[in-house]
């Protein structure tokens, strides 16, 4: 829809900050410190992406921006409000008003079919059931999957579920969408046409994605990569998006190990 | 969210089922016992409602079958001014009738009353058998002879003039008598001597006196008069207080059907809890991501408490299926029909579903405060 002209970034409000955050959780009796102190900020309109190893601390941190966990030490503001101060209630509420999620296991409910499981998020407000269903519908339909509508999870390829997970996250119309390992489920040619609806949602409708990978094949869609390694964020650089040559050394040798 | 709970009780529908089952036999267990109960009240009330007299018992007898008073104070009875007739009776239940064993077994079993024969019509049974369908009454000076009720006829195929045997005693049938409460509906009436001797009854005792007034209108005068006047020989009781009495003893049935209720709730709400926790820690993933798409703690309560709800209504509604179908087979097996009143049968509905929710309370409590993240890591790779 709006393309977003050349803004300088400091002009910018951000959508997110992340000031020094550390998590540190209990895995039996042995601490692990999972983030030991990383910021970064997300500008309305960007696509980020989060590269690194499993077991680097890239899906803790999306959950702290996801406002799904509260970190052990520093701040995550969303909008400038700080979500470490926030009760369960009102963070629930902001990530119902701004924020969607896809995962990687999709995680639908078996039981409802594919519109049903797009309209969740709006069960407890107040729109109408109608209304709900008319809005999911045309979601699917943007993602490409309206005819399989009526159809339940597991009568739905890989592929579908996904896209069906991404409607759901689109329901509410939120400003940031945060997806962990989007394509980690999915053969590569599916997870090209996911790739493809995340790009057109990122291009067309100005939707902020944060995405947590370890598919480097991913940058090329990105305004900027975070590549984050033992908690601690390694390196940042520009993504491919605006024609940018993306370039950095680890995420070439990531390539030539999955080659391998 | 309604749709949404119903469909997750459908995913383990064995699990569901049993749950079911257990609020189901609860349900249908506490209509059953209350409505008996209801029903031998409605029975009682049914047979000294129109009583138009003092029943006088032993002093300090719990019931009639356990009063024992002497034959000749029936004078002292007669003395009182006002007082038009007093008939006396001796009540029992025989071992064998026709040879066959009189056993709660086959339903309510055959009871005897013997009285005054010339005075039934002046006697405790006066309102309860009022219509002769065939014979005639007992009269003065009968002897050897018996009354019958309609059922009792009918199930035992005796007519006017067929013998029925009670223990080693065989008796003529006179008459059959049509009763107006179900409880003498298996009698059989004869003269106060062969009722002493068919029951082996102690010489000069009897179990109670029906006092008639002469006039209708003093029956409370003259059972305050009996109890002024032989307060350690005689318990005297009108109508109301005779219903008064029955109401005592069914109170304690009623505190028993009511620790019966107390049980069968404990259990049936278990079931409820424990598939309801079995439910949410299998949902675990599910439920972090409604939070993660933005459901409040209240929303997730709210899912859980509805599906317990549900639970209580599916098994309430089959319970009391269940109940009306267990009492009818009681009334046609024993002739004591439970009384299942409209009103009953909602406060049985509620009690149903009150404790599925409160059972359901915890286990939507735990979901309820499940972190998304925490909820999100256990379903990892479903």
């Known amino acids: 829809m709006v393309k977003k002209g050349k803004v300088k970034k400091e002009e910018r409000k951000p959508i997110i900050e992340v000031r020094k955050i550390k998590k540190t959780y209990l895995l039996g009796e042995t601490k692990v ?35 799904l966990d509260i970190p052990t030490e520093g701040k995550v503001l969303v909008d400038g409000l700080d979500i470490t101060q926030m009760d369960s209630w009102n963070l629930s509420m902001l990530r119902r008003k701004k924020m969607g999620f896809i995962f990687q296991s999709f995680n639908l409910i078996p039981t409802l ?75 590569s040619k599916t997870g090209e046409k996911v790739l493809e609806i995340i790009r057109k949602l990122n291009e067309e409708e100005g939707k902020t994605f944060v995405i947590v990978t370890h598919d480097a094949s991913l940058v090329e869609f990105a305004d900027r990569v975070f590549i984050i390694r033992d908690g601690l964020i390694e390196e940042e650089n520009l993504g491919g998006k605006n024609g940018h040559a993306y370039k950095s050394e680890s995420v070439e040798l990531n390539k030539r190990k999955r080659k391998k | 969210m309604f749709k949404m709970s119903f469909l997750n009780l459908l995913r383990r529908k064995s699990r569901t089922v049993l749950a079911l089952l257990g609020i189901m036999i609860g349900v249908a267990a506490l209509l059953v016992l209350v409505g008996l ?18 029943y006088v018992m032993q002093d300090g007898a719990t019931d009639d079958s356990l009063s024992i008073v002497n034959l000749s104070d029936k004078s002292k009875l007669e003395a009182i001014q006002g007082v038009k007739v007093v008939t006396p009776t001796i009540l029992g239940v025989p071992q064998t009738v026709d ?27 006066a309102t309860a058998m009022q219509n ?41 049938v006179i008459g059959i008598v049509e009763v107006t409460s179900d409880f003498y509906s ?30 209708p209108a003093n029956v409370d005068k003259i059972d305050k008069i009996i109890d002024f006047k032989y307060p350690d020989d005689f318990d005297a009781y009108s109508a109301q207080e005779t219903a008064a009495l ?44 409604l939070k993660a798409v933005g459901w409040t703690n209240n929303n997730v309560m709210q899912m859980i408490l509805l599906e317990s709800m549900f639970l209580g209504v599916l098994g309430g509604i089959a319970g009391i299926v269940f109940g009306i179908l267990v009492g009818e087979l009681i009334g046609i097996a024993s002739g004591l029909y439970p009384l299942m009143t409209p009103m009953l049968i909602s406060e049985v509905f509620i009690f149903a579903i009150s404790v599925s929710v409160f059972a359901g309370a915890y286990p939507a409590f735990r979901a309820s405060r499940l972190e998304p993240i925490d909820a999100l890591r256990e379903g990892q790779g479903d």
Do not use: C
């Open chain 2, 37 to 54: 109960v209801e029903g031998i009240n409605a029975l009682a009330l049914d047979a000294v409602g129109g009583m138009q007299g003092v």
């Open chain 2, 99 to 125: 040879g066959k064993r009189n056993s709660m077994s086959g339903g309510i079993p055959v009871s005897v009353i013997g009285t005054d024969p010339g005075q039934v019509s002046n006697s405790l049974l």
């Open chain 2, 132 to 172: 002769l369908k065939e014979g005639r009454m007992l009269r003065s000076g009968d002897e050897g002879v018996v009354l019958i009720s309609t059922k009792l006829s009918d199930d035992r195929k005796k007519h006017v003039n067929s013998t029925i045997k009670i223990n080693d005693y065989s008796f003529k």
């Open chain 1, 113 to 187: 079919d594919a519109v049903e499981n797009v309209h969740i998020p709006l069960l407890p407000t107040n729109v109408s059931e109608v209304a709900a269903h008319r809005r999911a519908m045309h979601l699917l339909k943007e993602v490409g999957i309206e005819d399989r509508a009526h159809h339940k999870p597991n009568q739905l390829s890989g592929g579908e579920r996904q896209r069906v997970s991404i409607a759901r996250a689109l329901i509410n119309d939120p400003e940031i969408i945060f997806a962990d390992e989007p394509t980690g489920n999915l053969d």
């Open chain 2, 246 to 289: 029955t109401g005592d003893i069914l109170d304690s049935l009623r505190a028993m059907t009511l620790v019966i209720a107390l049980i069968s709730s404990i259990v049936a709400g278990i079931g409820v809890m424990n598939t309801m926790l079995m439910s949410v820690m299998e949902r675990y993933s599910e439920i972090g991501v």
């Open chain 1, 33 to 67: 410190h999972a983030l030991r102190g990383v910021s970064l900020n997300v500008y309305p309109g960007e696509l980020i992406i989060i590269l690194g190893p499993s077991g680097s601390g890239k899906s803790t941190l999306l959950h702290q921006m996801g406002a």
């Open chain 2, 186 to 215: 298996n009698v059989i009436v004869l003269p106060i001597e062969d009722a002493r001797k068919v029951l082996d009854f102690e010489e000069g005792k009897v179990n109670s006196f029906f006092v008639v007034p002469a006039d």
